[in-house]
């Protein structure tokens, strides 16, 4: 075969290509944008929407057995071992009855009173690794509680002393 011998142009073939790419770049746009949108629209890169997704996610079912009153869920919850009555020991960093001190609707050290609803205002991913998120406790406009969620143990914490998300005027 030369260069005078080459197959014909087929005008259908390469109108069938160019629309099959063009349909494969939009069609991987939309999911990008649905992605982001799942994600809870997070201003950061894409490799950590997830972390976020599942952060925004954990901190709902924390708040939900919160404001159902159900601690020992929401203790399962925040150190992500839902057995952790089987072994009260291991987690003597924060033990359970600190955190029912943290977040009883009858402790003196919980400012925010009985949680009857939450809403979360805020989600960022700092310093890499962790993911901040203020909640907003019982329809607060201010003093919003501010959490840590940690996506390799997959466990909530209090935001270290002095860090808190900006939420605006």
């Known amino acids: 075969m030369t260069l005078l011998d080459a197959p014909l142009f087929d ?7 160019s629309v099959l790419m063009y349909c494969s770049v939009a069609a991987f746009f939309v999911l990008l944008v649905c992605w982001w949108l799942v994600a809870g629209r997070p ?3 894409p490799w950590h929407w997830n972390d976020n997704l599942f952060g925004r996610m954990t901190v709902n079912r924390f708040l939900t057995a919160v404001e159902q009153n159900d601690l020992s869920k929401a203790y399962g919850v925040w150190m992500h071992d839902p057995d952790w009555q089987k072994h009260p020991d291991a987690h003597k960093a924060y033990s359970f009855d600190r955190f029912q001190q943290d977040f009883s609707s009858q402790s003196p050290d919980n400012e925010y009173g009985a ?7 805020e989600s960022c991913m700092c310093g890499g690794n962790t993911l901040l998120v203020a909640i907003l406790i019982n329809g607060r406009k201010s003093g919003a509680l501010n959490l840590a969620y ?3 143990t997959k466990s909530l914490n209090f935001s270290p002393p002095g860090v808190e998300l900006y939420l605006g005027p």
């Open 43 to 45: 201003v950061d890169w």
């Open 150 to 152: 940690d996506p390799n």
């Open 11 to 17: 005008e259908k073939k390469e109108h069938r290509r």
């Open 115 to 121: 949680f009857h609803s939450h809403k979360i205002a």
